[in-house]
């Protein structure tokens, strides 16, 4: 899960898309401000975005290779899309504004007026993806007997449905705050509307609600869970030491209860962490929300307006690095993922050469050294090492 929000300043020109919104102060200026917003969006958050979208790319390939689908893994995939969807308009928005590129400087108006209210979209669909793959695993952890009939595939695919549904609903307005207009005889840019320029606006959905539905709700669901998450994996683990230590070698580490129990408590390690790091992540978020809050309520606070920039522009960084961790956490904690991840890169990687070696024995040989050529190459692929690269996909049925 992510928190992106979108600007800091009143004016669409000095646009920057931050952790808080537009404020209705007018804001002070700051010499130090765009060297902050340089560092912060292209040296530190760019990489980190690039890097993120490769690893939830390779994630969802992994992922979608499960002979076996689960619920949480068709969650996983959809975490991975919305989380890449974030990425991409983080780039788009933020990163590429501040490298003062002149062909996109020429379009961003474009741009920010197509993208500036879907992240909304985006943003909260993956908040609430998130709340739903942690509670898909409360329950399956926490009440193992209802699990089977509770998480189904066809009930999860119709409360994402649900989810995805409402989560557009709630971002419509988003559409209605700016529009673009012509600033000169060749040029368009994108201006307010009247509608984000109502405090009345503000204060009960840009402020209030938007709390409520994208940081108040959610976090406690996440936090509740996952403290009820922890507390049954430990009394587990308890459990499962006792047992063993007791003599029970039927559940020994080559028992398929073991495995089983193994490959569990895998994917509940996984929904635990993605869950922290989500957490942590946006907590300087919704510290610049609430300062923002407090500035268009107050206004008379007006020096809090550098303090909460500075904030928003830190809080960016951690919420691209929320968006790019995950690929990281499934190769930490699941040993099949990291298989499958190998698999994949090496079997792409092998019928490519298979295909390079091919290619050339045919322009390069003759019909018989060709014919030797080709199965001295089928044997080696075909050899117990090889095999299983080249025809074998991912057989685990879990992370």
């Given at each position: 899960?992510?928190?992106?929000?979108?600007?800091?300043?009143?004016?669409?020109?000095?646009?920057?898309?931050?952790?808080?919104?537009?404020?209705l102060?007018k804001?002070?200026?700051d010499?130090?401000?765009?060297?902050?917003?340089?560092?912060?969006?292209?040296?530190?958050?760019?990489?980190?975005?690039?890097?993120?979208?490769?690893?939830?790319?390779?994630?969802?390939?992994?992922?979608?290779r499960?002979?076996?689908?689960?619920?949480?893994?068709?969650?996983?995939?959809?975490?991975?899309?919305?989380?890449?969807?974030?990425?991409?308009?983080?780039?788009?928005?933020?990163?590429?504004?501040?490298?003062?590129?002149?062909?996109?400087?020429?379009?961003?108006?474009?741009?920010?007026?197509?993208?500036?209210?879907?992240?909304?979209?985006?943003?909260?669909?993956?908040?609430?993806?998130?709340?739903?793959?942690?509670?898909?695993?409360?329950?399956?952890?926490?009440?193992?007997?209802?699990?089977?009939?509770?998480?189904?595939?066809r009930?999860?695919?119709?409360?994402?449905?649900?989810?995805?549904?409402?989560?557009?609903?709630?971002?419509?307005?988003?559409?209605?705050?700016?529009?673009?207009?012509?600033?000169?005889?060749?040029?368009?840019?994108y201006?307010?509307?009247?509608?984000?320029?109502?405090?009345?606006?503000?204060?009960?959905?840009?402020?209030?609600?938007?709390?409520?539905?994208m940081?108040?709700?959610?976090?406690?669901?996440?936090?509740?869970?996952?403290?009820?998450?922890?507390?049954?994996?430990?009394?587990?683990?308890?459990?499962?030491?006792?047992?063993?230590?007791?003599?029970?070698?039927?559940?020994?580490?080559?028992?398929?209860?073991?495995?089983?129990?193994?490959?569990?408590?895998?994917?509940?390690?996984?929904?635990?962490?993605?869950?922290?790091?989500?957490?942590?992540?946006?907590?300087?978020?919704?510290?610049?929300?609430?300062?923002?809050?407090?500035?268009?309520?107050?206004?008379h606070?007006?020096?809090?307006?550098?303090?909460?920039?500075?904030?928003?522009?830190?809080?960016?960084?951690?919420?691209?690095?929320?968006?790019?961790?995950?690929?990281?956490?499934?190769?930490?904690?699941?040993?099949?993922f990291?298989?499958?991840?190998?698999?994949?890169?090496?079997?792409?990687?092998?019928?490519?050469?298979?295909?390079?070696w091919?290619?050339?024995?045919?322009s390069?040989c003759?019909?018989?050294?060709?014919?030797?050529?080709?199965?001295?190459?089928?044997?080696?692929?075909?050899?117990?090492?090889?095999?299983?690269?080249?025809?074998?996909?991912?057989?685990?049925?879990?992370?």
């Amino acid at each position: 899960m992510a928190a992106i929000a979108l600007m800091d300043g009143s004016s669409g020109r000095d646009a920057n898309v931050t952790s808080t919104e537009v404020p209705l102060v007018k804001p002070i200026a700051d010499p130090s401000m765009p060297m902050v917003r340089f560092i912060s969006e292209v040296v530190v958050s760019l990489p980190i975005a690039i890097f993120g979208i490769l690893g939830n790319i390779l994630a969802f390939v992994v992922l979608c290779r499960q002979k076996k689908r689960l619920t949480t893994n068709i969650l996983l995939q959809i975490l991975a899309i919305t989380d890449t969807l974030i990425l991409i308009s983080s780039i788009l928005l933020r990163s590429l504004r501040y490298v003062n590129w002149s062909p996109y400087n020429a379009i961003y108006d474009y741009v920010f007026i197509s993208l500036y209210p879907s992240v909304y979209f985006f943003r909260l669909a993956d908040t609430w993806i998130t709340v739903l793959m942690t509670i898909d695993r409360y329950i399956a952890v926490c009440h193992p007997l209802r699990a089977q009939s509770l998480c189904t595939l066809r009930r999860t695919y119709v409360i994402m449905a649900a989810i995805l549904l409402a989560t557009l609903t709630f971002s419509m307005p988003r559409f209605f705050e700016f529009h673009l207009t012509k600033r000169s005889l060749n040029k368009m840019g994108y201006v307010h509307t009247e509608l984000i320029l109502s405090r009345s606006y503000t204060i009960i959905y840009r402020i209030s609600l938007f709390f409520v539905v994208m940081y108040l709700v959610p976090m406690v669901l996440l936090i509740v869970l996952n403290v009820r998450l922890l507390s049954t994996l430990r009394r587990a683990n308890r459990n499962r030491d006792s047992l063993v230590s007791n003599g029970g070698s039927h559940r020994g580490k080559g028992s398929t209860a073991w495995n089983t129990t193994k490959s569990e408590r895998s994917i509940t390690l996984i929904v635990i962490a993605v869950v922290i790091v989500c957490i942590l992540c946006n907590l300087l978020a919704i510290t610049a929300h609430v300062i923002w809050a407090i500035q268009n309520c107050f206004q008379h606070l007006r020096y809090l307006e550098m303090h909460r920039r500075f904030l928003a522009n830190i809080s960016n960084v951690m919420v691209t690095f929320n968006c790019a961790i995950n690929f990281v956490i499934y190769c930490v904690f699941s040993r099949k993922f990291r298989l499958g991840v190998k698999r994949t890169c090496l079997c792409r990687e092998w019928r490519r050469l298979t295909h390079s070696w091919r290619c050339r024995s045919q322009s390069n040989c003759s019909p018989a050294t060709n014919t030797s050529f080709l199965t001295i190459r089928w044997s080696d692929r075909t050899s117990p090492k090889n095999r299983n690269c080249v025809t074998q996909q991912v057989n685990d049925t879990q992370l």
